[in-house]
């Protein structure tokens, strides 16, 4: 039964697990919005006069994650300004792919305060792949963030703050967990099934 509400999926992962890699092929497929926290928030912070410039750049430098309030309002926004977040015409709620949030205790508090009651969270996918591999993998990518020593810092930050949310959520039964160290067409196997199932 449908709640009235858009559905959610949190896409989890360390850097370079295949997060946005994943989103967009589940995107084309089963009709869901791609909303990549980080995309968004380099894109905001990134912006001709934004007041979090700065910080944003500290953040990225020390391979930390923002205050929460930052990037709600960058989901909140996104979500609002896409067509899907309001009630489509065909009287379907819109399906929101949260794509590396939330990556900590603070995130998950902020979205617990701000969004439980606004949203539908379906499921928790987390694609499961070695560290040594997800770094060759951005190293290839080419980030400016994505150097040797950042990204030994965001993956212990993986390691250390974002694993207890998936455990926190694993326990609600609520995580769909997929072998991520594959070529990308192999792991969309296995997430075609999870999505296949959603309702
Ligand atoms: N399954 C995969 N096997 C090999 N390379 C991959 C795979 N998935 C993604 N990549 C590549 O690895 C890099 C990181 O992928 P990306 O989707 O940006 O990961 P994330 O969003 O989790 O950091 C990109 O260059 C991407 O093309
Ligand atoms: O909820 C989030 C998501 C991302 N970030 C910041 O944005 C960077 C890049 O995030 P992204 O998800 O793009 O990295 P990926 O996991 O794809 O490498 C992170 O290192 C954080 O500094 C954040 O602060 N909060
Ligand atoms: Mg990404």
Redesign the pocket.
């Known amino acids: 039964m449908s709640s009235g509400k858009p559905w959610v999926v949190f896409v989890l ?10 989103c967009q092929l589940i995107c084309k497929e089963f009709g869901f919005i791609h909303l ?1 926290a ?1 995309d968004l928030l380099r894109a905001e912070c990134n912006a001709e006069g934004s007041q979090y410039g700065e910080l944003f750049k500290s953040h990225t430098r020390n391979g930390t994650i923002l205050p929460v309030e930052i990037t709600l309002k960058v989901l909140e926004k996104a979500m609002k300004s896409s067509s899907a977040g309001g009630e489509p015409s065909d009287g379907r709620v819109g399906k929101f792919l949260i ?2 949030f939330p990556r900590n205790q603070n995130n998950l508090d902020g979205w617990q305060t701000a969004m439980t009651h606004k949203a539908d969270l379906k499921c928790v996918l987390v ?1 499961d792949c070695p560290p040594d591999v997800c770094i060759d ?2 190293l ?2 080419g980030r400016t963030d994505d150097n040797t020593e950042i990204l030994g810092k965001r993956i212990d930050n993986y390691l250390s703050d974002t694993l207890p949310i998936v455990e926190y959520y694993r326990r609600l039964n609520l995580v769909r967990e997929v072998n ?5 067409d ?2 969309f196997q296995d997430v075609r099934q999870i999505f296949q199932t959603l309702k």
């Open positions: 992962g360390a850097p370079g697990a295949g997060k946005g890699t994943q990549s980080g794509d590396g694609l993998r951005c290839t990518r991520a160290n594959l070529p990308p192999q792991v």
